[in-house]
């Protein structure tokens, strides 16, 4: 590769001081041919956070582009088709990352056999340290693993790709809507299916996951049926890339675990609610699949909604 430079980008949607404070801490990672892109989809930020975004983008080392749709995919999209970097850097825009976080990436991609996609370590708000085992380096990986693996999933909120690799896999598929649950897991399994290879973990390219009023979470509260989308997405996963009979596995583990856990066990009349929630975004997500291919990314004009 050449010079050792990275574009991070970060879509945004719906919040406030927790993103310019993620954009600063980023700031200070920058190296000299580095970037930093912001998609905002925020329909209009308080004034405090305006003017803290004006103050950024006074450093003239961050390009923001307002996006009126949100959609988390087609913000990804957005971002690596203007990002000028042979290596993209997804990052949340609520998160805490460790200082050398872009070194270790640095590292890793302009090192020896570099890898065509890594992921790094999530620690949620629920992880008091970084989790020593694992359930498997699929579906089930907790992504605050301690030690370097080979993942066939993807975390978006903190992973980097070779930019040539992401666009030839098509990107992120925007038949992903709402919460957009899956849809970097399905990056995953895709670029996987077009390398042959999976995704390297590393651990120490970590990030502290704030969890954030809004975000994907602006879509819909989980025990709710505004939180469709995201059903959709899991079954659609599952219907995409398991085959017929691991897929019905999935698509019935889920139809019978998600209307059951500890708020509904409280609250059991959302039980047959959330059933039949998921019995519809089943029919939907196999609806999906019937239309024909993954609908993904697009040449960067036909992003219409999108604003410098």
């Known amino acids: ?3 050792a430079a990275i574009s991070v980008v970060i879509p945004s949607y719906r919040r406030e001081g927790v993103l310019v404070e993620t954009v600063r801490q980023l700031l200070a990672q920058l190296g000299e041919h580095d970037e930093l892109v912001v998609v905002d989809q ?10 803290a975004i004006a103050e950024v983008l006074a450093t003239e080392r961050v390009r923001w582009y ?4 949100p959609s988390i995919c087609e913000a990804m999209n957005v971002g690596v088709l203007l990002a000028r970097n042979e290596v993209v850097l997804f990052l949340d825009d609520d998160v805490v990352p460790v200082p050398e976080l872009l ?3 640095r590292e890793l991609f302009w090192g020896e056999a570099p890898p065509h996609a890594v992921n790094g370590q999530v620690l949620q708000p629920w992880h008091a340290a970084p989790c020593e085992a694992v ?7 907790d992504f605050a693993f301690a030690r370097s693996a080979k993942v066939v999933p993807m975390a978006t909120g903190n992973c980097a790709v070779l930019r040539e690799i992401f666009l030839a896999a098509g990107g992120m598929d925007e038949s992903f809507v709402g919460g957009s649950y899956r849809c970097d897991a399905d990056l995953g399994y895709r670029l996987r299916d077009l390398t042959g290879k999976p995704a390297h973990f590393e651990p120490a390219a970590s990030v502290r996951h704030l969890q954030a009023s809004g975000g994907t979470r602006a879509h819909g509260a989980k025990d709710s049926w505004a939180s469709i989308g995201s059903a959709v997405g899991d079954h659609y996963l599952g219907l995409r890339w398991f085959g017929t009979r691991a897929a019905l596995r999935h698509s019935i583990r889920r139809l019978v ?3 059951l856990n500890r708020r509904t066990l409280s609250r059991p009349w959302l039980i047959p609610f959330l059933a039949a929630r998921e019995v519809v975004a089943f029919r939907l997500a196999l609806q999906l699949v019937r239309s024909g291919p993954a609908r993904t990314i ?5 992003y219409r909604d999108l604003e410098s």
């Open 257 to 259: 675990r998600a209307p």
């Open 135 to 141: 359930a498997d380096f699929e579906l089930r990986f």
């Open 298 to 302: 697009r040449p960067l004009e036909s």
């Open 103 to 105: 070194a270790v990436y």
């Open 66 to 69: 307002r996006k009126r749709r």
């Open 1 to 3: 590769m050449s010079a």
């Open 42 to 51: 925020t329909p209009e930020h308080e004034a405090a956070t305006e003017s």
